[in-house]
């Protein structure tokens, strides 16, 4: 694998902040298996519902991340959310140069380049410590992918605040748009039987090609999977993780892992439990797939 970042990228938590005392169990079970820890706070529903304790939660997360010296992310639905993480970050680490880091990104539903751009601008003009990454649902077109790191960077921001960009596969109806599994070479269906997960991996041709665009436009950007929203289903996890790191040189993951998965108010049936992600990554280990 020839665009390995030095350090793997690995980031685990919830899918949502449900409590501080979930997120505090989360960051205790998992500091020392991973330094960046997700956990949404705005969470984009397909139908109404709870949605995520909202900015309240941001302070009092980002004062346990920082007691515990790991890095939260979550994800941002529109640009204001990004000034609310600037202001509890300001709240919490003051103005000096031991601020602590966050994550925000981009998520899947946002395919909205105004927005994009304006989340970008104040990423830039927040602290130095808050990156942004990108975990959209790629369109067919390795353009559109390419076109949101360009958004995102468009007022100004430096390439090095582009944390990374995570796979998290396309929606099952872009096979109506590509004809099938084998296009351009390898086939996950040859290890998945596509119908039973949730989102569909990218191929390994797909991914290449993305490299080679993202190199092609200046862009370095480390790629990581999303193995749980491509899985769907807790069980899937470790295998398509596997399947992903080994297959398409990745820079790391992100997976979403629960201290108590059967209670999760969001995604409960693919979340890993706190165990069960530690076996993931031991079972990765003797695979050479961690570094
Ligand atoms: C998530 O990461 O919890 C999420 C909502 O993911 P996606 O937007 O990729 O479905
Ligand atoms: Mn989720």
Do not use: Y
């Not at 989102?199 to 999977?225: D, F, Y």
């Amino acid at each position: 694998m020839n665009n390995r970042t030095e350090q793997q990228i690995r980031i685990a938590g919830p899918c949502a902040v449900e409590s501080i005392n979930q997120w505090e169990q989360a960051v205790v079970g998992l500091q020392d298996h991973c330094d960046i820890i997700r956990g949404g706070v705005w969470k984009p529903r397909t139908k109404p519902g709870w949605d995520g304790l909202g900015s309240s939660a941001l302070i009092p997360m980002f004062e346990i991340a920082t007691k515990h010296g790991i890095t939260p992310a979550m994800e941002v639905l529109v640009p204001e959310h990004v000034d609310e993480v600037a202001q509890a970050m300001r709240a919490v680490g003051g103005n000096s140069d031991e601020m602590m880091q966050v994550v925000v990104w981009v998520g899947s539903r946002n395919q909205n380049h105004v927005v994009q751009q304006a989340m970008g601008e104040r990423v830039m003009n927040g602290p130095k410590s808050i990156s942004v990454g990108i975990k959209n649902a790629p369109w067919a077109s390795i353009d559109h992918t390419v076109g949101i790191a360009q958004h995102l960077m468009a007022s100004g921001l430096p390439q090095d605040r582009l944390a990374w960009l995570a796979l998290r596969g396309f929606d099952p109806s872009i096979l109506d748009f590509i004809g099938g599994w084998n296009e351009g070479g390898v086939s996950i269906a040859d290890t998945f039987n596509p119908d039973k997960l949730r989102n569909i991996p990218p191929t390994g041709h797909w991914v290449g090609r993305l490299q080679t665009e993202l190199k092609r436009q200046g862009i370095s950007v480390p790629l990581i999977a999303d193995p749980s929203h491509i899985a769907g289903r807790a069980d899937l996890v470790p295998g398509v993780l596997e399947h992903m790191l080994s297959t398409m040189g990745l820079d790391g993951f992100i997976a979403e892992v629960h201290p108590n998965p059967h209670e999760a108010r969001t995604d409960a049936r693919q979340q890993l439990s706190i165990e069960e992600f530690i076996d993931m990554l031991e079972q990765l280990d003797t695979k050479h797939l961690l570094w």
